[in-house]
């Protein structure tokens, strides 16, 4: 509806994790590495964790992209099945033929792919969304799956990012054994009040913007009190101050845009 008048190719605050529009704040690109080197470095098992919003999977999908054709990678979105769902879900991410087949021999499946990949000199990744919803058997059979390798290294590297919820079920004594295992670990910070400025634009270079809209100081300042840095929403009053500015046309977002856009986007509460 705003694009025309604000001069922009697409929208710049959709919610999607679309890695194009990645921001790299001091946080977001210590979590980005850590992820590479985790999964280059061979290190079996990588943590991820952060407030819902923070940026999570955009990292994933970014990481995605840069990890290159020498790495075959499964994501697995909705982990919350039973353990047998859990290994044929993994297997077919893989494009494996399991269909019929009980878990062990989709183990021995998984094992057999694997040992190709390495014998072609290829890497093989597992990430795990939403991770802090798995169940102790799920974990206990994720665990499992770090058994998989050679004697001279693991045959899969597994990703796990999840919500703060997941460090907190990580610590528990059952969990021990999986706990040793994860050898790099990064808590994902929501923004710095200093980074909502440079977020907002940089969204909006991505869309095309050629200085306009513009958000203000206080603007800024606003939209940080209401997301406490949380990418997710600014995005969110982000895209309603544009659809404000565009009602009232203007391309000068600034507090009072702001409040209006919170009004809409809360549902006329008293900000």
């Known amino acids: ?44 098992f990588v943590q991820l964790t952060g407030e819902v919003g923070a940026g999570k ?5 970014a990481l995605l992209e840069q990890l290159g054709p020498n790495f075959n990678t499964a ?22 033929e399991v269909k019929g087949m009980d878990r062990l021999e989709i183990l021995a499946e998984l094992n057999k792919f694997l040992l ?14 939403e991770a802090q ?28 990012m999840g ?12 969990l021990r054994q999986l706990r040793q295992r994860i050898t790099v670990r990064y808590h994902l910070h929501p923004l710095r009040m200093a980074e909502i400025d440079q977020y907002v634009h940089h969204r909006l270079r991505v869309s095309g913007a050629k200085g306009a809209p513009y958000f203000t100081g206080p603007a800024v300042w606003r939209i940080f009190r209401y997301s406490q840095g949380i990418p997710r929403l600014i995005n969110a009053l982000s895209d309603k101050c544009l659809l404000a500015g565009y009602v009232q046309q203007r391309q ?20």
């Open 75 to 96: 994501l697995i979105l909705n982990p919350v099945l039973d353990p047998d769902l859990l290994m044929k879900a993994i297997a077919m991410e893989f494009h494996l």
């Open 163 to 174: 919500q703060p919820e997941l460090r907190d079920r990580l610590n528990e004594h059952s």
């Open 1 to 44: 509806m705003y694009l025309d008048f604000y001069g922009l190719k697409e929208p710049p605050f959709n919610i999607t994790p679309n890695p194009r529009f990645l921001f790299f704040s001091a946080k977001h690109r210590e979590a980005f590495n850590h992820l590479l080197y985790g999964i280059r470095e061979r290190k079996g």
């Open 133 to 160: 919803d798995l169940t102790r058997e799920l974990l206990e059979q994720v665990r499992l799956l770090s058994n998989l390798e050679t004697d001279e290294r693991k045959l899969l590297q597994i990703v796990l």
């Open 57 to 61: 999977t955009t990292l994933c999908r």
């Open 116 to 129: 190709r990949q390495v014998a072609e000199n290829r890497e093989s990744v597992l990430i795990i969304d």
């Open 252 to 271: 000068k977002i600034d507090y009072r845009t702001v409040g209006i856009a919170m009004r809409e986007l809360e549902g006329n509460i008293n900000v």
